[in-house]
Structures are given as C-alpha cells and as structure tokens.
C-alpha cells in the first residue's frame, strides 16, 4: 500500500499532432522528421546530448542557435515543451496549441487485444485559431461545465476551451473549435488563465468560495464571476447551435462583465492564484488597521471580506494583493461604451463631411480595423511581498484547501507559501524547471474504523507533487513538513498537468449526490502518449512516530520482499517471517501478513507450521480482551489444516500397507469383470489416444500446502468443510487424499480414520474418492482387478463412518448415501470407471443392507428389493452407455468433417430425449463418412442375427473375413450397440436422424453436395412413409425452399445456366453444387409424390388429381414408437421421427408443380440450356411456386398458351439433343460398347429421355414429337442401336419415315459428293443413277448431320427400316426404293 503511478489513458495520433503544430518548419527539419517519424515512441536522448554539448561545443552552439530555433519540432528537441498543453479536469479533453493552431483531443473507448475496454484521446478537431495580425497563443484551459438536468450523476455536458491570445484577446470555443464568444479585455497579452470552482466546506468555520475566472496580464488582473460566465457560455451556445440547425447567421452576445485590476508596486508578474474571498480575525483586523492607519486609526465593527491574489515574478518575488469586497469598481458593461463609441465616430464623421475633411481610403479602413476600446484597471496597491531582488518567480500552483501554495524559481528552488501568513515556511532546492501539483487524498473508510475519533469527519492529507525535468523524477512530499513518501523514474520531457478546479457551473444544491469524476493531477509523457495518474494511500500523511499502522504496513513490506527472495532457506525465513509476525501490531495487518505467508508455495509446511503456532501461542498468552477473535480462530484453524496435510502426506510414505480383507463380499465381481472384460479392452483401446498435457496439469502433480489450505475451511465448531472451487482443484485434492489408497500404496483404513477424525463429512469425502476414481480412469483400467479390489474397501471404510448411512433410515425409501455414488456415476462421461464404480458399490450396498437385515432378524425384502433395483437399473445403462461410447470414440477417416468426439453420459442420454441415442448414432455415422448403403447392409447382418440360422452366420462370417479387419470391428461395435438400443435404433429412427445430420450438416456448409445426396438417400431407406412424409416436408420447408427459390429466380433473371460467381452471389453455392443441389431437389420432390400416392388408394406418383394426403392417411397405420425399459425415464425433446409424425400432409399438385420446376432447372443447368423456366408457366402457376407445400392454391387448368406450349417443347427438344450429345461414345459404334448400361447419375444418365417423355406429358406437349426428335438425334450423332430401340416407341412411323428420309439422303450424299475419299465404285454409281435421284442428292446438306461418316451397313439397315415405316402409296416411297438400290449396288460394290 505505498504510492503508484499507473496509466489510465493513452493518446492516438500524437505524431499527426506534432506534424500539425511544426509543418511550417525548414525543410531539412521535414527531412529529419520524416526519416525518425517511425521512432517516434523510442527512447529520447536529447538532454543528455543538449547537456554535452552546453560544457564542450558552446561556440558551436552559438553559431547553430538560429537553426535550434527553427526545429522545434524535430526529435532531437522536446517539442512539447514549446507548446501549450490543457488538460480538462475529467481528463476527457486534451488542448495543445502552438503560435496560431491549436489541436483538441476527446475520449474515446475502445477494445484492447486483450478483451478489456480502454479510454484514448484522440483528434477530434485541429485548426487555426488566431483571427488578427501578428498574434498568437499565449495560454489555454478547458472548463468542463456541469449539466443542468435532474439525472446528472456528475459528468460534464460539455467542455468549454478558453484561449489567451498575445493581442489581449480571449475568445471561448467548443469541443468542435466553434467560437462562441470573443473579448478584448485588456491591450497587453495575456500571461495566464486560471479558473477557481465551487469547493463544498469541510468545516462550519471555512468561507464559501464561489466560481471564477482570472485573466493575468503583465499589469493588469482581470476577474471574471464563474455565475455570469457559466450563463452566458450556455446560452451562446445555444444560440449557435439554433444558428447552424436554421442556416442563419450567428448574433453576437452581449459582451461580458469583469473586474479588472491594475497590480503595482511590483516590477514583472509572471503569474498568479486567486485565493478567494477570505475574513480576517479580530486581531488580525486591528493589527493591519495600526500598521496601515497609525495610532489614531479607526476600526470598524466587522472585518470586511477581500479577495486575496498571490502572483510571484520579479521586485518583489511574492506579491499579496487584497481587494476589499464592496469598495471596488463598478461592474461596468461595454454596451454604454460601444454605444458611445457608435455615437462618437457618427457625430465626427459628419463633422469632418460638413468642414470638409477628407479621408483616404487607407485611413478608412485603418478606423475601422481599430480595436475597441477597453476599460481602465482600477489601481490596487500591494498589501506585502517576499522580497528577494536576485530571485526571479516563475510560476505558482494553488493548494485544494487554499492555505498553501508552490512557488518555483530561477535558481532552481521551490518555496512553500503559507498564504494565511504570507510566510515561506519550506524550501526544497535543485528543482530547475520544476512543475508543481497537488493531491488531496480522503481518509479511507477502513482506516477510520480503527481511529480513536471513528465520530469524527473523515480527514483529508495534503501532498505536493513534484516533477522535475533535468533529473527525469517525480516525487511526492507530505505537508506540511512530511517526508518525501513517494519517487518515480519518468521521462525527461513529460509535462505535469494540474488544473486546480472541478466542473463550472456546481453549486451547494445541484452537487447533493453528485460524484465528480475528476482526476487531480496527471503526467503526460509525449514519447508513449500515456497519461497516467498518481494513488496515494492516505496514511502515508501521517507520522511514522505516532501511526502504529505506517510501522505495521513497513514490516507487511519487508514480509513480502522476504517471501519474493528466492535463495533463502527455511530457517532464515521462518526466523523473518516469525519475527515480523510478532512485531506487527494492528490485527487486521498481522491477519494480511499471515495469510500472504500462508499464500506463499515456496514455504515448506514446517516453516508454515512453525510460525503459525507460535503466533497462536503468543495471542494466547495476552489478555482475552485484546486479542481479537477471528485472528485467533484463523491460527487455530489453519494449524489444523495444517496438521492434517502432514499426517496424510506421512501416510503417503508408509511402508506398511494393509492387506486387502473382504473378499467373501466381493464375490461375482470377477465374473462382472469378465462379462465385461472385451468391451473393457476396446474402449480402454480406443481412448487411449495421445495427447498433448501440461505438467502442471499432470493428475501426479503433488498438492502443495497453500493449496490444500485453500481448499479446507475449519469452522468454528471443529468441523472441516471442503470449498469447492473448480473441478481440477476438487480431483487434485482427492488425488492427494484417495489415489495412494486406490493404487495400494497407503494404508485404507488409517487414512478414513485421520480424515474422520479431523472432522470432514462422509459426503464430502465419497464426492472426493468418486472424482478421483472417475478422473483417472486410464490407471483405474491397466489394473482393474485390484483398483476394484481397493475402491471396495474404501467404499465400505466410508460408509461405516458416523454420519454416512443414517441409522435411521427407513429400508422403504432409497438410501441418500448410495443414491449420491449413483448421482456421480449418471452425470460421469468416463463410461468404464462409472461402470466399475457402480458394480462394487452395488456389491457393497447388497452386503450393507443384508448386513442390517441380519441384525434385526428379519428380512426385509421390500427395502432389499427397491435399492437393488435401483442398482441393476443403472448397471445395465452404464454397460449400455459403455459400449456406445466405444462407437463413439472409434477414430473418424482422415480427411473427413466432424467436430469433436461426444462424450455420453447416463444423464446425458436421458436429457436428449427419445431420440438422444439416435442423434448420437447419426453423428457419428456423419463422422464416419459411412455410405447409407453400408449402414443399410450393416442393419440387415443385425437382422439377420437375429432371425437366421447358423449356416447363414457362418456364410456372413466368411463374408466380413474378406473385408478389412478395422471396418469388420466398426460393424461389430455398431451391430452390438444396436442390440442393446433395439427400439431407440431401430432402422427408420436411425435413417430418420442420419438423414436430418446430413441435411444440416449439408446446411453448414452446403458446397458439400454430397451431404444433401447422402441424406436423401437415408430418406429412401425409410420404409414408414408417415416419416418418410414428415421428414421430407421439414427438409424441404426448413433448408430447401430458400435456396431453391434464389436458385430459380436466378436462372430467371440470367435466361439460361448461371456461371460460378452469380450462383455464389445469389445461392451462395457453386456452379456444380447447384447441379447436385437441383438434382436433390428433384429426388426430394419425387420422394414426396410417391410417398403420397402411397398413402393414398389407387393415386399414382404423376397424376394431377388435387387433394390432401390427410385425407387418406388412414389408410396405413402410423408406426408406434417405444424406449428400453431401462431407458423409459428419458426426458427432453422428441425424437426427429416423432416430430416427424406430427407434420401436416401435403397438397399432391403443388408438390408436383414443384417437381416440375426442380425438373427444369436440373435440365437446364446439367446440359447448359438457355431458358427462363418460371417463363415457362402462367400466372397462376408463377403464384402457386414457393408457397407452403401443405396449403391448396389455384393451380393450371384447361389448355395452355400455344406460345409457351411452344417453348416448352423447344426446351425439351434441347434437352434431348443435350443427352445425345452427351452419351456420344466413338466406342459406341460396336454392338458390344453400343448395348452397354449408361450410368445413373449425371448428364449421361439413361432416364433423362423417359424423364423428357414425362414432363412433356405434364406441360401438355406432345410426346410422340419429342420421341421423333430423340429417334432423329440418334442417327444423326451415329447411334443408330440405340435409335432403333428409340423407334419402337414412336407412335406417328409416317411422319418419322419421312424425317429419316432426309437423313438417309443426307448420308449418301455425303459419301457419293461430299467424302474425299472417293471410290471408283462410288463414281460409276453415281453416274448410274436416275437423273430424279442424283438431283435430290445434291440438294441435301450434309453438315446437317453431327457424325456423318457411318457404316453403309447401317445405312442399309436405316433404309430397310424406312420402307418398312412408309406407305406404298406415301409420295416418297418411289424415292426409298431408288435409295435402297443405290445403297445395295454400292455396298456390294464396296465388297467386291
């Protein structure tokens, strides 16, 4: 508790400041600041260089003097000490002026990298602020002034600047530079303003000071009344501010009334403190009447009230004016004299116009350049002074209280006045250039308490701050004549800022509550920017001779500067920490010094232990009554604690162990352990993953005392009681009691009994062995036989002790004691040591209560029944949370999504709510990146299982024996917790969350197209289409209708397929995840057809009949769902398959309109067609799109336009050229390639043309049309297979004969005109062949015909097949049969 200096704010934009103020430098003065402006906040060296210089280089000096003065601003130069700094008394504004600019900086909050709100100052407002020639600033304060309203708490409302200017002006600003109003007060500069406000009396007897405003120029005192000023300031800026809002002009203000006061007798002031009103004493009154008025002077009845002045400067060095109150000058106003002044200048220029006088023009504007008139001073002669003609002052800083003030000098001194006496009454030499302030420091609360005058007001210390720039120090003396309690190292070019007022405007009604938030005093240091403050405790004010508490707080020091030593032994410390112990005398001191040594991890326990009774021992011997009792109770206790670490540390190190007795009662737990044994194994096996630690972390860490002692609480009854602070504290305290017992190193039974008898509860103490027991599980499973073995004796020591299992409990109800392990082992994730836990304390709850059953010679079976069932119960959901914990931990593929591993608990499992296990499942299934096929066929070896005979297991063995033995383990977890979980993992519920996981997962991060794909595969595994429905409909409501809209809104606006950057804008998907998004989309709506035709007699998946899918639901029944019996006390939400159930069915012809759009922009964008699919439709069906999928709206009736029948059938006519196009194979060309299975999925896929079919039979387009045009595609791309196959669907075989007329032709001709590779037979054909013929060829164009070199085989076949479709009365039959000739003649021709 001594003195610190710490920072409480810091300045932005220093080094744009600095720039502002000295850019009119010399250029190499910018060159220099520009090459050091990054190292602006380093280390500055220029004292000591300037001090180097001023003893070796003066002549150099010298002849550079005039470049020095230029470069003010340069880092060799502390440019702040050129400037003129005011800091608002809130510390939330900073004025820094030099010569005509002027920069004000505001507060302003923000976030550090470390999280924590800070305050900074930065630029707000920077300009010029002179408005005549030649002058410049001389001095600057900020007034903050009080606010007004009723909820003012104490901040300011806002921050009024006053500037002095060297002409003699002094003009008001705001915080944003706007001028409010401006006065010529006095034709001389100003030297210095100062500002007194309201102080509330301390004591009945102190004179109320009121608000005030002092202008200080080299002759003349100007005051001005902080009332009059604090109105006038608010209503000007009220009227600026109605000026700006209505864009009119500003009136000027009435100017302001002062006092102004002419300062002789003294030859120079530099500066001044107005004191304030004071009233002498009788005496005192009698004693100025004699010196002044002689013997025969008068006095009168009371003593008038004076205002008193100090200024220090030169002849004398101290001046003390007083100005009687009511005997000065008038309030004079300067509207009589500015009007006087209007009514002269008008009476003499019509004068001088009458006589004839002229005037230049220059001279006019001289007149009216001249300033106005200013008021004479009313003389005030100098009451007394310090003489001292060698002495020059320099400034003076006025004390809070107003007794006392600082001087500084010339010669290096500062000189403290008492200003009652008007006597130097101390002295401190070697301050040059010193800056003073002041702090006045309240008397602390607590401190109070402990006085002997606790009655009395509580006291206020004075201290003078000190800064002094040659030495780069900061020091804090106590007045009046105290010692120095306080010196900082700081920078050589800081600036000590004072302001020596609090908020204008404050009187004795309006501060009633208030609390100022106001900083004293403040060091600005320009090389960091940090502003920061000094905190004195307020008991260094007072005399170490006659403070008991000042001595104590010095040896609480040097205790803890003893504790920081690190080379010190044990002897030595417990010999200085006994010694300051006994000496200090306050209690609540030596309480803060046994409780820091007590804090201390380097003391051993010996020297705690030591010092601790011997403390004890020295308040046992002193009176009752001066002893205090808390003190006392706290060494008692902690010797306690203390006693307990060391005997349970020396039971730690005890050779001897106990032999493990009771095995009688242990018996099956072998047989437990071994029906256990493989899950054991894999899950100890799958946990034991490495991981990086800290030591300090390490469970072996050993506890320390000073931790231990935190921990542990001694009451005042005896009883020990155990705070629980965090969960890594609470194991490592049960590690230290419990883990030796558990590993066999320390005797069982040796330490219950000392943790009994130190008075530690049964609950507290089983809470310890159970965290210890659950936190180690990996030690507790290399050794399970015998950690068992350990925890069963421990269980039973603790439950024998006094007040574990209540002698009363009644055997009907459950038993707390065991009902608390049972607790622990729900809540536990650690599912194996939670597991073994439970089966030794069910061991050891089944001796307990047989044991008490025998005692009273009957058998209570009911009490016997409901424990144990309580116990069985929670056995078989800890074996179950232990094998789907193993699941759960199996490692994930690389390279695959998926947060971290879940950690179930019983508790867990039950808050998840009937689906809680499912939802774990599917997580870890996602984890997995398991196909949904895989699970489906993992699902079905369950079946199997369960129904086959053994010559199907040993088939599905040899099966899994071909598969890799890791995937073999993963099924066989997965088979073995869905044994267990029959009901919570049946198949549809699996799929159902398996689904939902992929679909929100999908939604995370929706470029993985293959999540959406997986979930609706999961979907179409669902074999209830109740959930099938609900599920579909929440999926398509909750994470695909909004992007599926963006999607087709888009395609809209783009006209065809949209390129990467816009799906990304709009979709926020890709261009290919959109693709797959689509074709989702399509599969979901599909999924939703058929699901409804299902539930609904004799409807089929396309037709266009409008109803509710409620309407029928009846027709299958809803599937039931149950839980385990174990598990049926789950509680929390339903299950995604309930939830499911619950919603509403579908309207079939919205979902199929639907279906259609998807249909279409799947189309569009898989084979890149140019359309505008919402264009497709009408207005009504333009409406029906995006609405809820279970409402009825007006869909399409009746016949469609012709026009957009049009384009619907050239849409899909592209999209079947698209398919062509994209199955195109030159491999296809064979019978074998050509009869090959194209794939299910993408552009290639082979159900695209019967999905063509299907929409043009929906969009009301003629599908023997697009069958045609798919046949015509076929030959023309070369695939004549697949296009004879094409044929057998086609209805019109006239129509489509005629259309493969012109392709046969097309192909001849190109191989008897067009093909370069011309055969002799080909040329005598050629010119064999009818003249009609030969004509016809001519005209066709082969171009037409994307593959037009083809077999003449399959040209033949072509031609065989063409006769075959026309009539032999069709106009182009004739021509066929010449074809058929040609074509025979020249395949002939071509064998031969």
Known sequence: MSCSLFEFCRLQELKTVRDFLFQNQSKESVEEKTQTAENELSWDTSDWESGWDNNENKEEESASSTKTEEEPSGQNQPWLQDCVVSLSPCADLLVVAREQKAAFLSAKWRTSDSGREEMTLAVTWSGHLCTEEGENVSSVIAIPLASQKRSSTGRPDWTCIVVGFTSGYVRFYTESGVLLLAQLLHVDPVLRLKCRTYEIPRHPGVTEQHEELSILYPAALVTIDGFSLFQSLRACRNQVARAAAAGSDVVPPPPLAYKKWGLQEMDTIVDHSSVGVMTLCVFDQMKNASILGGFHASVKGSPPAMSQFVTVGTGPYAGFYYAVEGNSQPLLSHVALAVASKLTSALFNAASGWLGWNKSKNEEEAAQKQKPKVEPATPLGIRFGLPDSRRHGESICLSPCNTLAGVTDDFGRVTLLDLARGVAIRMWKGYRDAQLGWLQVQEERVDREFSPSASLPRRHALFLVIYAPRRGILEVWAMQRGPRVGAFTVGKHCRLLYAGYHLMGVNSVTSQGWQLHTQQVCLLDPTTGALRTINIPFHLALSDKKNERARDMHLLKRLSAVLKTRDMDSDSLER?????????????????????????????????????????????????????????????????????????????????????????????????????????????????????????????????????????????????????????????????????????????????????????????????????????????????????????????????MDGAVEESWDPQSVSPWWQQVRFTCIQSHNAAAALLAALVAHRAAKASITSRADSKLQSEWEAVSLELEQWVVCVRQLEDVLVLQALLLVPSPKATAGGAVVQCSIKTLQEGGTGGIADSVSKWVFRQNMAPERLKKILQRKETQDTGDQKEQKEEREEAEDCQEEADRTAELLLAVCQRFPDSLSPDLLFAHCCWEYVVQWNKDPEEGRYLLFAVEHLKLITSPHIQLGISTMMWSTFIVKRFSAAAFLMEKVGKAPKDRLCRRDVGIGDKAMTSFLSCCVQLLQILMEVTGLLVKNQSSLSFIPFYADSAMEEIPAPGFSVEEVWSGAEGPASIAELALEQRGVHYPLVQHHWLLASLLHAAMSFSVKVKPLSLFDSKGKNAFFRDLTTIQLMPSGDMDPCLVSLRQEFLLRVLTGWVQAIDDPSCTSPAAASTSLPSEGPKADWWPSLCIDLGSLLQVNPDILRRHLVCELYSQGLDLRAEEAILQVEDKEVLGSHLLVLTGQRLSYSLLHNQNQTQAAMELLARLPPTLCTWLKAMDPSELRCPLVSLSKTTRLVSRLIEMLPENHAQYSLALHLLEAVDVLSLSTED
């Open 576 to 800: 200085e920490a006994k010694g300051v112990l006994l000496e200090i005398k306050h209690p609540a001191i030596k309480k803060q010094a046994l409780e820091s040594l007590l804090s201390n991890r380097k003391a051993p326990v010996s020297c705690l232990t030591n010092v601790t009774r011997a403390l004890h021992d020295a308040l046992k011997q002193q009176d009752a009554d001066e002893v205090e009792a808390s003190l006392l109770q706290l060494c008692s206790s902690q010797l306690k604690l203390l006693q307990l670490y060391s005997d349970i540390q020396q039971l730690q190190s005890a050779e001897d162990t106990e032999a493990c007795s009771g095995n009688d009662s242990l018996e099956g737990i072998e047989e437990e352990l071994s029906r256990v044994g493989p899950t054991l194994q894999r899950y100890a096996h799958l946990s034991s993953k490495p991981s990086v630690s800290f030591a300090q972390d390490s469970p072996d860490t050993p506890l320390s005392a000073q931790a231990f002692l935190t921990q542990l609480e001694c009451a005042e009854d005896g009883e020990v009681k155990v705070n629980r602070r965090s969960d890594a504290e609470w194991n490592q305290l049960g590690n230290f009691m419990f883990w030796g017992c558990l590993c066999g190193k320390s005797p069982t039974h040796k330490v219950c009994d000392t943790l009994q008898l130190a008075g530690i509860s049964p609950q507290q103490l089983l809470s310890l062995l159970m965290s210890v027991w659950l936190q180690r599980e990996k030690e507790v499973l290399q050794k399970p036989v015998e950690t068992v073995r350990n925890l069963h004796t421990l269980l039973i020591a603790l439950s024998n």
